[in-house]
C-alpha cells in the first residue's frame, strides 16, 4: 500500500523500515490534515497515527546527554509552553496535568546549566507581531498577515504559494527570538563566549528540528518523547522530583506567551499587546478570554475592535484547512496557521497517546495553558518586566535581530 516517503536527508522525521507493514495510514494522516500525499512538510502528524511506531522522531537526545558531561560547554535549554502539559502522560499523570516545576527540576538533574522558558520568547514574539501587525493596518500593505511560527506551515508556504511569502509575518518564532537572546543578550550580560553554549530547544514539535538546523543560535531540538527516553536513561526518578523554577533574566514569560501552544493562543496575545500600543490603555475584558478563536474547529473567525481599526481575524486549526478556505483568506486582515490539530499541544514530539484518545488528550492540554493564562498575574507580554528590560537596555539598541528576512522565513 502507498504510504509518504520519508526522505533520508529528513531532518525531523525518522522511519524504523522493519517496523512499516505499509498500512498506509501515515498517508491517510497527512491526506486528512495536510491535505498532502507526496510532499512531507515535517510536521510528523504521522507519527501520531503509525500502529506499528515505526515512524519516530530524528533522534538527537544522546547528542545532547554526551554534551551535558562536557566541562567545556555551558549546555542550557529552552522549552516550549506545550511540553509542561504533556510530559506527565508517560508518568502515570492525568492527560494536561500541569508540571511546569517538576519539568524544570528534571532538567537540571539532567545536568542542564540553565533552563530558560520558551514563553520568554514568545512574549517578543508578541511584541514584535503586534507592531508589525499595526504597520500593516497603518500602510494597508501585505495583508493579510499570516503568523510565522509554525515551520512546517512556512514550508507549506514556501512550497505551494510562495506569492504569499510577503504575508508572513517577519518576526522569528519564539525558539528563534529567545535563542538570539541568550546568545547576545545573556551570554554579554554573564560575559559568556556564546561559542562556549550549547542550547538545546525542548518542544512538541519535530518540525522545530529542521527549523533550528538553520538557526545559529539554536544547536539541537529536542522533542518531550526524547526528554522522556533521557530521564528513564539517566535514571531520574520523575515523580518524586520538587517543583523547581527557571532561571532569571529569560525566566518565565506572561500568560499570553504561554497560550502560544494552544490553537488561537498567538491570535488572542497578539491582540491583547495591538490593543494596547494602538490604544495606550489595556484592551478590554473580552481579550483574555476569547472564546471565538479558541478550541479546535478547523476555522475560527472573530471581528476584532481595536478602535482604529476593526479587523478580522481568521485562526487555521491543521493545514487541510487552508485549501478548503483558500479563495476566503485575503478577505481578512491577521491569521494565524497552526499545521498540528489543536495547537503545539498536539505536536508530534509529544509522548504517544492512543488515536481515540488523541482528541480529549489536547483538550486536556489546551485546559491547562488557559488554566495558568487565567491565574497569572501577567496576562500582557508588554507587562513583563524581563521584557521590558531586555527592550530598554539591549534590543532598543540595535543589539540583536528579532525579525528575518521576508526569503528566509525561520531562518
Known amino acids: 500500500m502507498a504510504r509518504i516517503e520519508i526522505k533520508e536527508n529528513n531532518l525531523a522525521i525518522d522511519r524504523i523500515e522493519e517496523r512499516c507493514i505499509h498500512c498506509g495510514m501515515c498517508l491517510k494522516t497527512c491526506r486528512e490534515n495536510n491535505g498532502l500525499e507526496h510532499d ?35 549546555v542550557m535549554v529552552i522549552t516550549s509552553p506545550a511540553v ?74 514556501r512550497q505551494f504559494y510562495p506569492e504569499k511569502m510577503a504575508n508572513i509575518s517577519t518576526c522569528k518564532s519564539p525558539i528563534g527570538m529567545i535563542g538570539a537572546m541568550v546568545k547576545s543578550y545573556y551570554a554579554e550580560f554573564n560575559e559568556i563566549d556564546p561559542k562556549n553554549i550549547i542550547l538545546v530547544a ?28 533521557m530521564l528513564k536513561a539517566m535514571n531520574i526518578d520523575f515523580n518524586n522530583l520538587k517543583d523547581e523554577a527557571f532561571d532569571a533574566l529569560l525566566g518565565k514569560g506572561s500568560g499570553a506567551g504561554l497560550i502560544f501552544g494552544a490553537s488561537g493562543g498567538v491570535m488572542e496575545a497578539v491582540m491583547r499587546t495591538a490593543y494596547y500600543l494602538i490604544n495606550h490603555e489595556k484592551a478590554p475584558r473580552k481579550f483574555y478570554e476569547f472564546k471565538e478563536v479558541r478550541g479546535e474547529k478547523d476555522f475560527k473567525e472573530a471581528t476584532i475592535d481595536l478602535k482604529k481599526y476593526q479587523i478580522k481575524v481568521g485562526v487555521i486549526n491543521k493545514l487541510a484547512t487552508v485549501k478548503a478556505y483558500e479563495t476566503k483568506l485575503d478577505n481578512y486582515d491577521f491569521i494565524e496557521v497552526m499545521t498540528c490539530p489543536g495547537g503545539c499541544i498536539g505536536g508530534a514530539g509529544q509522548g504517544l497517546v492512543a488515536v481515540n484518545k488523541l482528541k480529549e488528550t489536547r483538550a486536556k492540554r489546551i485546559q491547562a495553558l488557559y488554566q495558568d493564562d487565567s491565574q497569572n498575574k501577567i496576562k500582557d507580554s508588554y507587562e513583563n518586566e524581563e521584557i521590558k528590560e531586555a527592550y530598554e537596555t539591549y534590543i532598543k539598541k540595535g543589539k540583536v535581530k528579532l525579525h528575518n528576512e521576508k526569503a528566509k522565513i525561520n531562518c
Open 40 to 74: 512531507c512538510i515535517n510536521c510528523g502528524q504521522c507519527l501520531l497515527t503509525c500502529p506499528m511506531g515505526a515512524l519516530i522522531p530524528k533522534y538527537c537526545y544522546q547528542k545532547v546527554l554526551n554534551y551535558l558531561s562536557d566541562t567545556n560547554y555551558e
Open 84 to 157: 509542561r502539559v504533556a510530559i506527565g502522560d508517560a508518568f502515570g499523570y492525568e492527560a494536561g496535568t500541569f508540571l511546569e516545576g517538576k519539568m524544570v527540576s528534571a532538567l537540571k538533574a539532567l545536568g542542564f546549566a540553565k533552563i530558560f522558558d520558551t514563553t520568554f520568547g514568545a512574549d517578543l514574539t508578541v511584541m514584535e507581531e503586534a507592531q508589525e501587525l499595526v504597520e500593516r493596518l497603518k500602510n494597508q500593505k501585505n495583508l493579510p498577515m499570516y503568523t510565522s511560527c509554525c515551520p512546517s506551515w512556512v514550508n507549506y508556504v
Open 202 to 229: 525542548l518542544t512538541p514539535c519535530v518540525s522545530k528540528k529542521e527549523e533550528i538546523y538553520h538557526n545559529p543560535d539554536v544547536d539541537f531540538c529536542l522533542t518531550t518523547s526524547e526528554l522522556v527516553l
